[in-house]
């Protein structure tokens, strides 16, 4: 397996991350053998280091430094919010055009990963834009509620970087992702399971733009949808929702990758 490198020179390297694809060796599945760090090390011959990550489901721009000195300069970077984010996703109903969420996430530590954290350590601020980007309804009665169906096509920009802050958010909006087998809606991912095949997360981190760690020269990643991504786009109409001139991370998004 093979890793799809977006951008690299000698001190970083930046990559597509296929969903399901774990960032590094973990014990969410001990028996994995496959993992964004050691493809994306095998692809440049040398070293890489995370310095930020994403969720095992989430496809789209993962970040690797080359050097442990620069890996500390682009964490610093992304804790000090210098890192613009831009994630698309399609959610449950028909999302409002634009708002922001500014709501404190209780810290949620995993038994394993995260034994030695404070289990009282208190809510921690977290900060979403959105706009709604396209909606689609569909003539599918999921809910027993409503004869049809609706979903948005949503742009994503977290200001902050909490564990699952995205899901959360929007799960707290009421505008679950889709696929989102913790905080979501079984109904709907069983929907599109079914009826589009599509049994995944469908959130895909699409850009990153942040100052070069070594040259400070903007610089801009950008990640193409996948087949799978591209097929419900065109299923539901929302290409010219991704044309060119929408915002930086989004407007290559609908290349395949």
């Known amino acids: 397996m093979s890793i799809d490198i977006l951008y690299q020179d000698d001190w970083l390297v930046a990559v597509n991350k296929a969903a ?67 994630y698309l996703a399609v959610v449950r109903g028909y999302l409002a055009p634009a708002g922001t969420l500014d709501y404190a996430l209780e810290h949620r530590p995993d038994a394993i990963a995260d034994k030695f954290d404070d289990p009282d350590k208190p809510p921690q601020p977290a900060v979403t834009h959105w706009q709604s980007l396209a909606r689609v309804e569909l003539p599918f009665a999921v809910s027993k509620k409503h004869a049809t169906s609706r979903y948005s096509l949503a742009l994503l920009e977290p200001e902050t970087g909490r564990k699952h802050q995205l899901r959360r958010h929007l799960a707290h909006l009421r505008h679950p992702i889709v696929g989102d087998t913790t905080h979501g809606d079984g109904r709907h991912n069983r929907f599109f399971r079914e009826q589009y095949g599509c049994g995944r997360l469908l959130l ?40 060119p001139g929408e915002p930086d991370g989004v407007k290559s998004a609908l290349s395949v990758a």
């Open 204 to 243: 895909h981190a699409a850009g990153l733009a942040l100052a070069h760690p070594i040259t400070g020269e903007p610089l801009r990643l950008e990640a193409p949808l996948d087949q799978g991504w591209r097929s419900l786009i065109c299923e539901f109409g929302w290409e010219s929702a991704l044309a």
């Open 20 to 86: 399901g694809l774990l960032v590094h060796r973990s014990w969410l599945d001990r028996h994995e053998t496959r993992f964004a760090m050691q493809l994306t090390r095998d692809a440049v011959g040398g070293h890489v280091f995370p310095v930020h990550r994403l969720d095992r489901p989430t496809s789209g721009v993962l970040l690797f430094a080359r050097s442990a000195e620069v890996a500390r300069t682009l964490t610093q970077a992304f804790t000090e919010r210098r890192v613009e984010k831009h």
